[in-house]
């Protein structure tokens, strides 16, 4: 769910308001994995030093239809990282794959060339979307 984690940092570094969705698996209490949206809205007041005013947070969940039908219109928006390391599994099919892929860790990864490959992708993605918002930031 890196997604959740990276995607709102472009906007709020910059002091903008903005509403971000991304689509994934997700736990419930119990553990089950659903199916969801996941939307947030920031909203920064208006001038020369904008400050946030609210974050709203929330999740809907989604039948896999929903999922597949929501992620097509827009994989690099909904599922960026996902999208750009070429994972483009079905809504179905990350219901039935969730506790292996949750079993995967950085650190595994580290010990095998495909993994090693992946999180070097990854990191050359991360690197790639955010460099204008780190350097805006240190401005």
């Given at each position: 769910q890196i997604c959740i984690l990276?995607?709102?940092l472009p906007a709020m570094s910059l002091r903008q308001s903005h509403?971000?969705?991304?689509?994934g698996v997700f736990p419930l209490r119990d553990?089950?994995?659903v199916l969801a949206k996941w939307t947030t809205r920031v909203t920064f007041s208006e001038g020369e030093e904008p400050e946030m005013q609210a974050m709203?947070?929330?999740?809907?969940?989604?039948?896999?239809?929903e999922?597949?039908?929501?992620?097509?219109?827009?994989?690099?928006?909904?599922?960026?990282?996902?999208?750009?390391?070429?994972?483009r599994r079905k809504?179905?099919?990350?219901?039935?794959?969730?506790f292996l892929d949750r079993k995967v860790t950085f650190e595994q990864m580290k010990h095998s060339?495909?993994?090693?490959?992946?999180?070097?992708?990854?990191?050359?993605?991360?690197?790639?979307?955010?460099?204008p918002y780190i350097t805006a930031a240190a401005a």
């Open positions: 990276f995607e709102c509403t971000q969705i991304c689509y553990g089950t994995p709203e947070k929330w999740m809907e969940p989604l039948t896999p239809e999922f597949d039908y929501g992620t097509a219109a827009n994989p690099i928006k909904t599922r960026p990282f996902a999208y750009a390391l070429g994972d809504g179905i099919q990350l219901l039935r794959e969730y060339s495909t993994g090693r490959r992946t999180l070097s992708k990854l990191a050359d993605v991360i690197k790639e979307k955010y460099a």
